[in-house]
C-alpha cells in the first residue's frame, strides 16, 4: 500500500514537473485507482492529443458515469443529463475503437480487470465481447438513468406548480376575507368554487408528489447512499399567515400544509352556518337556565356548570373564531355561575359554622373566583361591535332582540361586579374580625394584649405559634371573683379546653390599671407567672406555675417588705423574691413558701 501511494505521488511529481506529452501508462495508474480528482485534466489533455485511442475514450466514459453523483438530482438535472450523454458518446467511441488488436496488446494491463479463464481453451485471458457488452450495459443504464432524472424532475415540478396554483388561491381568498369567520358568514356565490378549486390543485399536488417520492426511491434503491424525502402536511388553522410562505421544496423534509381539508372545512362551515348560530343560541339559554335555578332554588350546581366548561360549542367556538366577543362573554358567564354557586356553598355550608379557619379558607375561595370574574368582565369592553354584529346579528336578534339592548348589557356586568366586590370584601372583613377571638362555650377570648376595665378576659401574655395557634394567659374579672386563665387557642379558634384557678391576689376592674406581670421558664421548662397589684398602699404578688398543655400546677400569693417592684430569680431547687438587695422570699419548686426572717428565728432556736 505505501508503495502504492508512492508511485502515485511520483506520477503526479513527473506530471507537473515537465511540460512534454503525458504518458498513458502513467495515467493509466491514477484511473485505475479511480483518483479522477488529479487525473481529470491529464486524461482531458491526453484525449485532445490522441482522440481515438481505445481505452482513453473508455476511461472518460467511466469517469463522466462516476461524476454523476457529484450533480444535484433536482437542481442540477440539465447538467445530469448531459453529463450522461458525454458518457454514453466516449463509450459509444470507445466501442468502436476497442479492437481484437487493442484487447491483444494490452490484455495484461488495460483490460486485465476483464481476464476470465476461456471455457473452450482454458486460458486467462480478454474476450473483447466481455468489453463490448460491459460498454453496452453501461450505455443501456446510462440511457435509463437519463430517462428516471427526467420522470422524477416531471413529477417535482408538477407536485411544485399544483401547490403553488393551491397556495395562491388561499393567498386570494385571505385577501377578500381576512378571516375565516368573515368567510363562512359572508361568503360570496363563488367563494365555494374558488375553495374546490384550491382542493382540486392541491390534490393534483400530492400525487405528484407521491409518484415523485416513489420513483426518487427506486431511482436511489441500488445507491449507497439513499437520501429520502419526508412531506408533511400540516393542518391550516383561522387562516394562518404561515401558509404564505414558499416551502423549501429542495429540502429533505418538506412542511406543506393540507389545502384540501381545509377548503372542504370552509365549504362546510359556509353550508352549516345557520346550525352553528343556533348552537350558540342554546347553549347561552343552558347558562341563563342555571343561573335562575341557583337564585330561586338556593342550589350547588358545580357539577352542572363544569359541564358547560367542557361543552362541545365552546371547543367549536373556540376553533371558529377564538378571539369573539363572544367566547368571552360566556366565559364571563360561567365564571358568574361558579362564583354565585360558590356563594351558595358559604350560605348553606359555611355561613354559622364555629370553625374560623375553614370560614377563612372558604372567604378565600370566594375572593379567588369573584378575581376571576372581574378580569373576564373587564374583557367585555372595547369590542369591534360593527364586526360583531356582522357575525352575531342572528344571535343578538334571539337572545337581546337589539343591537342597543344586548350593548347595555355589556355595560352592566361592571356595576354587577362592583356590587359583588363590596360584598365579598364585607364578608372578609366580618370573618377577620371574628378571628380575632377564641371562642369558649358562650364567651369570647380576646387573642390580643388588652387591660380594658370593661373586659370580662383581659391578656397579660399572648404567644403565636405555628400553624395560627395563639397561646394567652390573664385575669377573668366579674363582679363574683377574679380567675387566673390560661389557653392554648386552635386554627379553629374553638376552644376545647380553658385551664382557669382561683386568682392568688385580689383583683377588681378599678385596679387593673396598677397591675404589673412577667413570664419566666423554670429550670424544668415551665412557664411561672410572676403578678404584682398595687391596692391601697399595699403591693401583693402572685405566683402561678403551669404549662399550657398539663394546665395549672400551683399558684400562691407571696407578701413582699415594701412598694419596691420584685424580681425573681431561679436557684437550684428554689425560686428567689427579692426587693432591691434583699432578699423577700423563697419559694420551692412545688410552691411552698419560705419567709427568710421565720428561718432564723428557727435557726436560733
Same mark, same amino acid.
Given at each position: 500500500?505505501?508503495l ?17 506529452? @503525458? *504518458? !498513458?501508462?502513467? +495515467?493509466?495508474? =491514477?484511473?485505475?485507482? &479511480? ?7 491529464? #486524461? ?15 476511461q ?10 457529484e450533480l ?7 447538467a ?14 470507445a466501442h468502436?475503437?476497442?479492437t ?27 474476450i ?9 450495459d453501461r ?17 417535482f415540478?408538477?407536485? @411544485? *406548480? !399544483?401547490?403553488? +396554483?393551491?397556495r =395562491?388561491?388561499?393567498? &386570494? ?7 375565516? #369567520? ?8 363563488n ?12 390534490d ?49 423534509k ?19 352556518n ?57 366565559q ?19 355561613a ?12 378565600d ?14 374583557r ?11 357575525r352575531y ?12 339592548n ?14 359583588e ?27 390580643s ?45 374553638k376552644?376545647?379546653?380553658l ?65 419596691e ?27 411552698t413558701?419560705?419567709?427568710?426572717e ?6 436560733s432556736?
Open positions: 500500500m505505501r502504492r501511494v508512492f508511485i502515485l505521488g511520483f506520477i503526479l511529481v513527473s506530471f507537473s514537473s515537465y511540460a512534454q506529452k @503525458v *504518458k !498513458y501508462k502513467d +495515467l493509466y495508474i =491514477l484511473l485505475r485507482a &479511480k483518483n479522477y480528482k488529479d487525473a481529470s485534466g491529464f #486524461l482531458k489533455s491526453y484525449l485532445l492529443d490522441d482522440p481515438e485511442h481505445p481505452n482513453a475514450n473508455y472518460m466514459g467511466l469517469m463522466l458515469e462516476h461524476n454523476l453523483v444535484d438530482l433536482l437542481k442540477e438535472s440539465d445530469i443529463i448531459n453529463r450522461a450523454d458525454s458518457s454514453i458518446l466516449y463509450f459509444n467511441r468502436d475503437y476497442i481484437e488488436k487493442e484487447i491483444k496488446k494490452h490484455d495484461d494491463d488495460f483490460y486485465e480487470l476483464f481476464k476470465r479463464r476461456n471455457l473452450r481453451t482454458g486460458k486467462f485471458e480478454v473483447i465481447s466481455d468489453v463490448h457488452l460491459d460498454i453496452e450505455i443501456k443504464k446510462l440511457t435509463d438513468y437519463k430517462s428516471d432524472v427526467a420522470s422524477i424532475n416531471f413529477q415540478n408538477n407536485g @411544485v *406548480k !399544483y401547490y403553488e +396554483l393551491a =395562491l388561491g388561499y393567498k &386570494k381568498l385571505k385577501e377578500e376575507y381576512k378571516d375565516e #369567520l368573515s368567510l363562512s358568514l359572508g361568503a360570496l356565490a367563494a365555494s368554487a374558488e375553495l374546490t378549486n384550491i382542493g382540486v390543485q392541491f393534483s399536488s400530492v400525487v405528484s408528489f407521491k409518484h415523485y417520492k416513489s420513483l426518487k426511491k427506486e431511482f436511489e434503491s441500488n445507491s449507497t447512499s439513499i437520501n429520502d424525502v419526508i412531506i408533511t402536511y400540516e393542518p391550516i388553522k383561522e387562516f394562518s399567515d404561515d401558509v404564505l410562505q414558499i416551502p423549501d421544496f429542495y429540502a429533505n418538506i412542511d406543506l400544509y393540507q389545502f384540501s381539508d381545509w377548503s372542504k372545512n370552509q365549504i362546510i362551515k359556509i353550508n352549516s345557520k346550525e352553528f348560530i343556533n348552537d350558540l343560541i342554546k347553549f347561552d339559554q343552558s347558562l341563563e337556565k342555571l343561573a335562575n335555578e341557583i337564585e330561586e332554588d338556593s342550589v350547588d350546581l358545580s357539577s352542572e356548570i363544569f359541564k358547560k366548561i367542557t361543552s362541545p360549542i365552546l371547543k367549536e367556538l373556540k376553533f371558529v373564531d377564538d378571539k369573539s366577543l363572544l367566547t368571552k362573554l360566556f364571563y358567564k360561567i365564571s358568574q355561575l361558579n362564583f354565585n354557586s360558590i356563594w351558595m356553598q358559604w350560605l348553606t355550608n359555611y354559622d359554622t364555629l370553625d374560623i379557619a375553614l370560614q377563612l379558607n372558604f372567604v375561595k370566594l375572593k379567588t373566583q369573584l378575581d376571576g370574574v372581574t378580569k373576564l368582565v373587564e367585555l369592553d372595547g369590542y369591534d361591535a360593527e364586526l360583531f354584529n356582522l346579528n342572528r344571535f343578538i336578534s334571539a337572545r337581546f332582540n337589539t343591537t342597543e344586548f350593548e347595555k348589557y355589556i355595560h352592566s356586568q361592571n356595576n354587577l361586579v362592583a356590587n366586590i363590596g360584598k365579598v370584601e364585607l364578608l372578609k372583613k366580618q370573618v377577620k374580625a371574628k378571628d380575632h377571638w377564641g371562642y369558649w362555650h358562650n364567651e369570647r377570648i380576646p387573642l394584649l388588652n387591660m380594658d376595665s370593661l373586659a370580662i378576659f383581659n391578656n397579660f401574655y399572648v404567644d403565636s405559634l405555628e400553624k395560627r395557634v395563639i397561646r394567652v394567659a390573664g385575669f377573668k374579672v366579674n363582679e363574683v371573683d377574679t380567675l387566673f386563665y390560661m389557653v392554648s387557642v386552635p386554627s379553629t379558634r376552644v376545647d379546653t385551664f382557669q384557678v382561683q386568682s392568688p391576689i385580689p383583683l377588681v376592674k378599678d385596679s387593673l390599671s396598677y397591675l404589673a406581670f412577667s413570664v419566666h421558664k423554670t429550670p424544668t421548662n415551665e412557664n411561672l407567672f410572676l403578678v404584682t397589684n398595687r391596692v391601697k398602699e399595699s403591693l401583693i404578688v402572685g405566683l402561678i406555675k403551669a404549662t399550657f398543655t398539663e394546665g395549672i400546677i400551683w399558684s400562691t400569693a407571696v407578701p413582699l417588705l415594701n412598694l417592684p420584685p424580681t425573681l430569680t431561679f436557684e437550684e431547687d428554689e425560686i428567689v423574691l427579692m426587693q432591691g438587695q434583699e432578699v423577700t422570699t423563697f419559694l420551692l419548686s412545688d410552691g413558701l419560705v419567709v427568710p421565720l428561718e432564723m428565728e428557727e435557726e432556736n
